[in-house]
């Protein structure tokens, strides 16, 4: 079976910092890349980092780029998101899908996403 397990979650203040990990397993870990996305309360679930299978180029909604960085470590079989200067409106179950689309960008469709992890809450205090 096909797993993603995500960790890191919590609370954090404002300015501070959070790495989220996203372990794969089941899967042949370096012909997917990934897809972080986020949903506040009352908001629509938004795309937020990705990262490609084919090259490892990355791609940030604008919101976050310079403070969100999405890695991969094979030897791990894990994705991360590494957030700093985190804000209250970064508040957001935050949630890590996987895709064999080759070149990912925040555009490709979500059915392009053939695996997702269960979410880590990450609440931001002000």
């Known amino acids: 079976d096909v797993q993603l397990v995500e960790s890191g979650g919590g609370l954090v203040r404002a300015g501070g910092s959070l790495t989220l990990a996203c372990a794969a397993s089941?899967?042949?870990?370096?012909?997917?890349?990934i897809g972080w996305f986020r949903q506040a309360p009352g908001k629509e679930r938004e795309a937020v980092a990705c990262i490609s299978p084919s090259d490892g180029s990355t791609d940030y909604v604008e919101s976050v780029k310079g403070r969100f960085t999405v890695s991969r470590d094979n030897a791990k079989n894990t994705f991360y998101l590494q957030m700093d200067s985190l804000k209250p409106d970064d508040t957001a179950v935050y949630y890590c899908a996987a895709s064999s689309f080759l070149t990912l960008r925040l555009w490709v469709p979500w059915d392009e996403y053939e695996y997702w992890g269960q979410g880590t809450q990450v609440t931001v205090s002000s």
């Open positions: 089941g899967i042949t870990f370096d012909a997917y890349g």
